[in-house]
């Protein structure tokens, strides 16, 4: 694929095709003078150095050398550009709970708000790491493959919201056996799972998968966010909340206990998330913490610069017109390559 990075700069070719127009006028004008001087065949005879072509190959050659400078600027690119870059990082998938319940505010704005902002922090912390987003509830998804494109990071970080699952619920275990499922396969890694939720797991099975991760040598860290004492959990777009059964509104508590058990089963650490900035400290002392190891990284770019052979053009067109001299050059006419 071929394409310009400013193509506004290609405007200015059109000066080209006037400048030659303009020359050719101005010649038009100096023959209709010389005319007036006598015969033009006779005048050829008495001005036995100038040359009827080399002013304008010379001209030619300079409008040449401007629009390969025009070129140049306008930045021609073309084809797929991959550097391998060795790095120095862990490899991070950040699971973040997107249930009903985290949009309880008793941390402020909301418990996912408040998820997003410390996972936004982190990212800006990063240099040689790896990262990947997963989004659970009642199911599990990947929202980013793991990258060291922290831009991407961000932006899919920001479209993180409950809506993008409508199975509700609180599955862990998948989330976890997902983000297993979601590294690379180089070996001699050191990889961590951030688990971001209330640790209220309606399905199970979460501290199973926890071991696992260890047994794999992955650290399961959990971050809970929200009180023990709970908070009413909003209904989107409404002042109202969800209620239960028996009509009363659902209060969602942090279970503690739940993501203790988790991060001791995943070798990892319990982090409390309030709305102090205590949590944002603890979690990257942990990562600084963690064993760094050597990360094989592919950059690609989708464009590779070309201007480089427009730069050389205009310089040889210029070089050339220099060489080339306005007037014959009797010394080169005693050179008679062609004749016996």
């Not at 015969?39 to 050659?61: C, H, T």
Request: hydrophobic share 45%; net charge neutral; proline share 4%.
């Amino acid at each position: 694929m071929f394409r310009f990075e400013n193509p506004v700069y290609l405007y200015a070719l059109a000066i080209i095709p006037l400048l030659a127009i303009l020359y050719y006028y101005s010649n038009y004008r100096r023959r209709r003078r010389l005319k007036k001087y006598g015969d033009p065949a006779l005048l050829k005879e008495l001005m036995i150095d100038v040359s009827a072509w080399r002013p304008q190959v010379k001209v030619w050659l300079l409008l040449l050398a401007l629009a390969s400078l025009i070129i140049a600027a306008a930045r021609p690119q073309f084809g797929t550009k991959i550097d391998t870059t060795e790095r120095n990082g862990i490899e991070a998938i950040i699971a973040i709970d997107v249930s009903n319940s985290m949009q309880a505010n008793d941390v402020r704005p909301s418990r996912l708000d408040k998820a997003k902002m410390l996972v936004s922090n982190m990212v800006d912390e990063m240099k040689d790491d790896k990262i990947g987003l997963i989004v659970y509830a009642g199911q599990a998804f990947v929202q980013l493959p793991i990258t060291n494109d922290y831009v991407s990071a961000k932006m899919f970080l920001d479209g993180i919201d409950p809506s993008m699952i409508s199975v509700q619920g609180t599955d862990i275990a998948t989330a976890i056996d997902l983000s297993m499922k979601s590294f690379t396969q180089k070996k001699d890694i050191s990889r961590a799972i951030f688990l971001i939720t209330d640790g209220e797991d309606n399905e199970g099975g979460a501290v199973e998968a926890a071991k696992e991760a260890a047994k794999r040598g992955v650290r399961v860290y959990v971050l809970g966010v929200g009180s023990p004492d709970g908070a009413h959990v909003p209904i989107p777009g409404t002042s109202q909340y969800f209620i239960d059964d028996a009509g009363n509104p659902v209060v969602s508590r942090l279970s503690e206990e739940m993501c203790r058990q988790i991060a001791h089963a995943g070798n990892g650490a319990y982090i409390y998330v309030d709305n102090s900035s205590s949590a944002q400290k603890e979690l990257s002392r942990y990562v600084d913490k963690l064993a760094k190891a050597k990360l094989e990284s592919q950059i690609y770019s989708e464009f590779d610069e070309q201007y480089q052979g427009f730069l050389i053009l205009a310089l040889l067109f210029l070089v050339l017109d220099l060489c080339l001299l306005e007037r014959k050059n009797h010394i080169m006419q005693n050179f008679h390559l062609f004749r016996k």
